[in-house]
T-cell receptor
Framework: GAVVSQHPSWVICKSGTSVKIECRSLDFQATTMFWYRQFPKQSLMLMAT?????????EQGVEKDKFLINHASLTLSTLTVTSAHPEDSSFYIC????????????FGSGTRLTVV | QKEVEQDPGPLSVPEGAIVSLNCTYS??????FMWYRQYSRKGPELLMY????GNKEDGRFTAQVDKSSKYISLFIRDSQPSDSATYLCAMSSSVISSGSARQLTFGSGTQLTVLP
């Protein structure tokens, strides 16, 4: 089955530093990956759509200079939270679309970011 | 009005009960319907994927889609404590084809607890 690996699963960083989160599709190629943010007991909030080889498309209200997305290959997308602040603390989840059939979207296991 | 409405619960049932989870939607363009299960601090995992109206069964899970009423359901038979999780409905207007995939529209999630 389709597997998406997300790393790290949790990270604690100091305010003002940057954190990179990786999302890899292990057994399929993902032209498109999505990045979500989730607050406790709330649903997923789409942050941006990442397309391989082109610039990401950000949702309204998401700072593109703060949340840098790179999708350099068909199996890897990265989200970098730059100059992190405590309000950036959240659960970040990626998902990848497996093309060519009714496979749906596969999610990574999520990254718990805590900024202190 | 949200595009997808889902009762957030929480829903608590005894082990062995039949669980019914529902979502309504307003966008008649939605054709692809999914149910995801999310355990605490984990990424969502795909349970069911259906296209257009009808029923689909997979083990103890049955997904129903009624496009005329813009209503989808997930039934869980013989519920188990391991089914305790948040269930998210999701839908899309287009199939995941080659090239950019469309983003999903999620419900807010229903928190389910199955008591032993």
């Amino acid at each position: 089955g389709a597997v998406v690996s997300q790393h790290p699963s949790w990270v604690i960083c100091k305010s003002g530093t940057s954190v990179k989160i990786e999302c890899r599709s292990l057994d399929f190629q993902a032209t498109t990956m999505f990045w979500y943010r989730q607050f406790p007991k709330q649903s997923l909030m789409l942050m941006a759509t990442s397309n391989e080889g082109s610039k990401a498309t950000y949702e309204q209200g998401v700072e593109k200079d703060k949340f840098l997305i790179n999708h350099a290959s068909l199996t890897l997308s990265t989200l970098t939270v730059t100059s992190a602040h405590p309000e950036d603390s959240s659960f970040y989840i990626c998902s990848a679309a497996r093309t060519g059939g009714p496979y749906g979207y596969t999610f990574g296991s999520g990254t718990r970011l805590t900024v202190v | 009005q949200k595009e997808v409405e889902q009762d957030p619960g929480p829903l608590s049932v005894p082990e062995g009960a039949i669980v019914s989870l529902n979502c309504t939607y307003s966008n008649s363009a939605f054709q692809y319907f999914m149910w995801y299960r999310q355990y605490s601090r984990k990424g969502p995992e795909l349970l069911m994927y259906t296209y257009s109206s009808g029923n689909k069964e997979d083990g103890r899970f049955t997904a129903q889609v009624d496009k005329s009423s813009k209503y989808i359901s997930l039934f869980i038979r013989d519920s188990q404590p391991s089914d305790s999780a948040t269930y998210l409905c999701a839908m899309s207007s287009s199939v995941i084809s080659s090239g950019s995939a469309r983003q999903l529209t999620f419900g807010s999630g229903t928190q389910l607890t199955v008591l032993p």
